[in-house]
């Protein structure tokens, strides 16, 4: 199943979305903020450490829940469509 990154419904990509929910970055001076969104799907992901079990075999997702960050959330969302998981995290990096 493909997980797009950004919304079919209005186009907004993971940064839009944190920001509308809230987050307001404040940067510290000479540093950019990063962030990172993993998402997963499927029945058999039941439990948050099912999701991170099968984040960390991911280099990609692996490596953005080991970095630096200053602040994340995680979310479960049971619908018809199934259940979804979604991790975004954000904080900031030397330019």
């Not at 944190?18 to 990172?36: H, L």
């Not at 997963?40 to 948050?48: F, Q």
Request: net charge negative; with cysteine.
């Amino acid at each position: 199943m493909e997980l797009p990154h950004r919304s079919r419904v209005d186009n907004r990509v993971p940064s839009q979305r944190m920001v509308d929910a809230g987050y307001r970055p404040v940067p510290p001076s000479r540093v950019q903020w990063v962030f990172g969104e993993s998402l997963a799907a499927g029945t058999d992901l039941s439990s948050p450490a099912e999701v991170i079990a099968v984040w960390k075999g991911s280099a990609g997702h692996c490596a953005a829940l080991f970095e630096n960050i200053g602040n994340g959330a995680v979310a479960r969302v049971d619908g018809a469509a199934g259940t979804f998981w979604v991790l975004d995290i954000a904080g900031w990096e030397n330019e």
